[in-house]
């Protein structure tokens, strides 16, 4: 059996080629347990590799064909059959023949003539060892099992949460929906084009990039807080308005942690959520806002962010201008190499434009999600 029952004798399996041997083994251990025999090698193997296997193999070296030391070897090479112990009962009393047993892998070395009662203390032993690593291993398993499931739950909650974050955001902001998804794949794309450069290697982990994509979402969540005048105005600002447009990558950083300080903790994974919303509009030239940051003061996060997000700014139609296309796209991209954008990533985005392209293809703004847009507008507008 592959799990201890209680209520159940434990099953040995003897092998031993001698038919003495084996009515004597059997007689010695039918009260206490049920017994199996076989006479060679190959019906020992088929036994331990059966729907029932048994719980401890006693197991002669001397036999014809096939001997116990090659025996005991392939049933430590199957993981079938790997796990069930092996005690070696033989007449070589030699100590190099110990050593060799428990160097292939046996639990214990008898040797004849047997002493009943010792024979019979160490297979007790043998199976309470037994049973108990059947016990580990099962818990081992369940607890691997419940820390997947637990792992699965938790990234959920974390994708649940971004998702409601976001989709909060385009209650307000008439020009994201479609724009979140591309710049969550842009971004990804181009974390994963950077992961082996070497100034970003160290940054770039497999874990981080899945945090990257996770959080782009929440870049523009700081809008729910920029008044519709502003916000939906299809012109160009006017006085303060475009001061006012600014303070949505602060609002967004202070939303997201004013969401930790209720729950008392800091979320490792919202981290690149916050800097992501409050440094995308940094330039590297220091003429962004809202702390003028540099070169490589702009955190990692917000330099790839203000990648994608320019450039589906740039290709995407709007309720106020047309789209532009691609290659008018790029040629503005790379005016912004060295004032705009950090040059490695700008090169790196010239060599995966295609892969831009296609992802913009992919998540392209409908005729249907215009006239949404237009609707909201008109009606955000005239309230």
């Known amino acids: 059996m592959n799990e201890f029952d209680i209520t159940e004798k434990p099953t040995i399996l003897v092998v031993d080629d001698t038919p003495d041997n084996l009515i004597m ?44 030391y090659e025996v005991c070897q392939r049933l430590k090479q199957e993981p079938a059959t790997m796990n069930i112990p092996v005690i070696f009962l033989t007449a070589k009393n030699d100590m190099a023949d110990e050593k060799k047993g428990l160097e292939f892998g046996a639990v214990d070395y008898i040797t004849k003539p047997i002493s009943p009662p010792i024979v019979l203390a160490r297979v007790r032993i043998h199976l309470a060892l037994r049973a108990m690593d059947v016990f580990l291993r099962n818990q081992n398993e369940f607890l691997e099992l419940e820390v997947a499931k637990r792992t699965k739950e938790i990234i959920a909650i974390q994708d649940v949460t971004i998702l409601a974050m976001a989709s909060l955001a385009e209650t307000r902001d008439s020009d994201t929906g479609n724009h979140i998804r591309r710049t969550q794949f842009y971004v990804k794309a181009l974390a994963e084009k950077l992961r082996d450069h070497p100034r970003f290697s160290a940054f770039l982990t497999e874990a981080n990039i899945s945090m990257l994509f996770k959080s782009a979402p929440l870049h523009d969540i700081g809008k729910v807080g920029i008044p519709d005048r502003i916000l939906l105005k299809p012109g160009r600002f006017e006085g303060d308005e475009f001061e006012i447009m600014k303070t949505h990558t602060t609002l967004g950083r202070d939303a997201i942690e004013h969401a930790e300080k209720v729950l008392g903790i800091s979320v490792d994974f919202l981290i690149f959520a916050k800097t992501i919303a409050l440094s995308h509009q940094e ?47 790029v040629l503005i991209m790379i005016q912004g190499r060295n004032s705009h954008f950090d040059p490695d990533m700008l090169d790196a985005f010239l060599s995966i434009q295609e892969e831009f392209k296609t992802i913009a293809m992919r998540f392209s703004d409908t005729d249907a999600d215009m006239k949404a847009k237009q609707f909201y507008l008109a009606q955000a507008i005239a309230a």
């Not at 090698?41 to 048994?54: F, M, N, Q, Y």
């Open 283 to 329: 330039k590297w030239d220091g003429s962004g806002y809202p702390h003028g940051l540099s070169g490589d003061d702009i955190p990692i996060a917000a330099r790839l962010m203000a990648v994608a997000d320019v450039y589906d700014a740039l290709i995407s139609r709007r309720v106020y201008k047309e789209s532009m296309p691609h290659e008018q796209a």
């Open 25 to 68: 083994m059997s007689s010695l251990l039918k009260t206490d347990y049920k017994v199996k025999i076989a006479n060679g090698g190959e019906k020992a193997l088929r036994i331990a590799a059966s729907e029932s296997p048994p719980d401890l193999i006693l197991l002669d070296i001397m036999m014809p064909d096939m001997d116990g």
